[in-house]
């Protein structure tokens, strides 16, 4: 009886420690999951560039240029304008922008813009959000006239107003010599500037101090490195090097997207090394993908 009580503490003993060990090999695995999943996009605090945003009118609305310096201006000193940003970088609630039909027998202000670079412009449903979806609205008020959204990808926005087929582009647009091809730029109405995303395993940047650190630190990439951008922005410019900007370019691809989402999410997939946004899309595209991770 006591042979038989020992085998069976032996075997008990043999089972527990079996599941111990099993228990550990999964815990491990669970820790390695955990730290795979834990990998998330990064913003460098440092502004790679110095740019101004504008809106890009008709060159043949000469009139119409008028009326919108004139109304930037009032927006910017009676305080609409920090009260529109304030509701994308504060506390504020957003407020939801109607399109109405393009309608060539009604007095229309036709606006053409690429609604995916959040908090500028961006869709939820049918309804338009965004700083300049706002600004749209109210100059819209401000001319009597019924505001049309035209959404496109935004390398086609100024040359559709070019074309003559929008009055207004309005896409969170930098001022450049290529753009003024097409447009006539207002006077600016937001300082902005490029960013670094990177994955949050990487500290590659991590000392670094000023643009000048980060820049010589991207010289160091390799051609088979790949920086993501969307497509047509300030971003494609500095990667692949600009004249006008005085920009060298970088030795890795230039990766380029429809939008900063789709850039950081094939980042975080492993696909691209990094990617260059203007900063504030760049906060608010880490956020809402740092948040499903």
């Known amino acids: 009886m006591m042979k038989l009580k020992k085998l069976v503490s032996f075997v008990l003993v043999a089972v527990c420690t079996l599941s111990l060990a099993a228990c ?7 820790k390695e999951s955990k730290d ?6 990064e913003v460098i605090d440092i502004d790679l560039t110095q740019e101004e945003y504008a809106f890009g009118v008709d060159k043949s609305q000469p009139e119409l240029l008028k009326k919108v310096n004139a109304f930037v201006t009032k927006i910017k000193e009676d305080g609409t304008l920090d009260e529109i940003c304030g509701r994308y970088f ?16 009604k007095d ?10 959040e908090p500028f412009e961006f869709t939820k449903g049918e309804n338009y959000y965004g700083i300049d979806m706002e600004i749209a609205a ?7 006239q019924e505001l049309v959204i035209q959404n496109m990808d935004f390398d086609a926005v100024c040359l559709t107003v070019g074309q003559k087929k929008c009055d207004i582009a309005m896409a969170g647009l930098t001022v450049n010599k290529e753009r003024e091809e097409y447009v006539t730029f207002s006077e600016s109405y937001y300082s902005a500037s490029q960013r670094l995303i990177v994955p ?3 500290d590659t940047f991590a000392e670094c101090k000023d643009a000048e650190a980060v820049a010589d630190l991207l010289g160091k990439l390799k051609d088979s490195d790949a920086v993501g951008v969307q497509a047509g922005t300030t971003g494609q410019f500095y990667v692949e090097g600009s004249d006008e900007w005085e920009f060298p370019g970088l030795p890795a691809k230039c990766a380029q997207y429809k939008n900063g989402s789709l850039a950081v999410q094939d980042m975080l997939n492993g ?4 990617v260059i946004i203007d900063a504030a899309p760049a906060a608010t595209i880490i956020t809402s993908i740092n948040e499903m991770q």
């Open 108 to 117: 229309q202000l036709v606006v053409a813009t690429n609604a995916a670079f």
């Open 138 to 144: 109210l100059m819209a008020e401000e001319f009597d």
């Open 90 to 105: 504060g506390d504020g609630e957003p407020k939801a922008v109607e399109s109405a039909k393009l309608d060539e027998s």
């Open 24 to 30: 550990g090999g999964s815990s491990g695995d669970s």
């Open 271 to 274: 696909n691209i090394k990094y």
């Open 36 to 41: 795979k999943e834990a990998v998330k996009a």
């Open 200 to 202: 949050s395993t990487d």
